[in-house]
């Protein structure tokens, strides 16, 4: 994580979802269950910000999204947003939705792991924010809609064009991003919008076992592969080539690098240091 913070400090807490960390799991709980974790502008507000502040945490190296009760999210919430949105001229319409696609771009971009557990519905914004994490483990009960177009929007939100096809095919995400049919846990898991389906009371024990396996593995690794797979997604072979040579390059003379070939050599389990 980058040291380099200046004046400003960290955020000790936010008001609009549960945050906790421990053991270098951090965990943002959705806590809007009455609603099915629906969006606000102020959730998507604090989710952008933390994204920004997190990879310059030095105790944090995976983070778990998840929501209380029966819902994962919802999307954004009818009343609070949707109703607001429709008073709005198009500069606020143009900086919320700016807004909500930096939340994306800050899962994407975040150096550490992102785990989605989700634990039911997972609907409009709800299911992009599990899209774009780099693991999905779903209980049984859960279920993704894509239904932007079922507001009359377009299917294509929150990068949700981009990433979908990359996850699970051209022809499967027009059906789901135009369609905004119910997919449910086991339908996720044979097109690979599901990462894991486990029973809905093992979902923590899941996501918490995957969470700290990365958290106790080779961190600095980790973020190197999951830059790369976000980054080589636009380029050419020969610029991938390059890349992956210079970041292999920079990894060989990593501390855990060399930890590896110690824990070889005596025959023991490699201590990485993320370093």
């Not at 983070?63 to 009343?79: A, P």
């Not at 807004?99 to 557990?117: D, F």
């Not at 992009?128 to 779903?138: E, G, N």
Request: glycine share 8%; charged share 25%; aromatic share 8%.
């Amino acid at each position: 994580m980058s040291p380099f913070r200046a004046s400003a400090g960290f955020t000790q807490s936010w008001d609009h979802f549960d945050f906790s960390v421990a053991d270098g799991v951090a965990t943002v709980t959705f806590d809007r269950p009455d609603r099915l974790n629906a969006l606000t502008f102020d959730v998507y507000a604090d989710l952008r910000d933390l994204l920004s502040e997190l990879p310059h945490r030095d105790d944090v190296s995976v983070l778990v999204i998840t929501g209380k009760g029966r819902g994962f999210c919802s999307g954004g919430d009818v009343d609070d947003i949707i109703g607001e949105l429709l008073e709005m001229d198009a500069r606020s319409l143009l900086d919320f939705t700016r807004m909500t696609g930096a939340v994306v771009e800050g899962i994407r971009q975040a150096p550490i792991p992102v785990i989605a557990a989700v634990n039911g519905v997972a609907a409009g914004a709800g299911a992009v924010i599990a899209l774009a994490s780099d693991f999905r483990v779903l209980a049984r009960s859960a279920r993704f809609h894509f239904l932007f177009t079922k507001v009359g929007l377009a299917g294509a939100d929150m990068g949700s064009a981009y990433l979908l096809p990359r996850v699970v095919g051209l022809g499967r995400a027009t059906e789901l991003l135009m369609l905004g049919e119910r997919v449910d846990a086991d339908r996720a898991l044979e097109i690979g919008l599901a990462s894991q389906v486990v029973d809905d009371d093992a979902l923590a024990e899941a996501a918490g076992a995957l969470a700290r396996r990365l958290a106790e593995g080779p961190t600095f690794a980790y973020a190197a592969t999951k830059k790369l797979l976000t980054a080589e997604q636009d380029m050419s072979l020969s610029a991938a080539l390059e890349m992956e040579a210079v970041t292999q390059a920079l990894l060989m003379t990593t501390e855990d690098h060399a930890e590896f070939h110690r824990a070889f050599k005596e025959k023991r389990e490699p201590r990485w240091r993320g370093r």
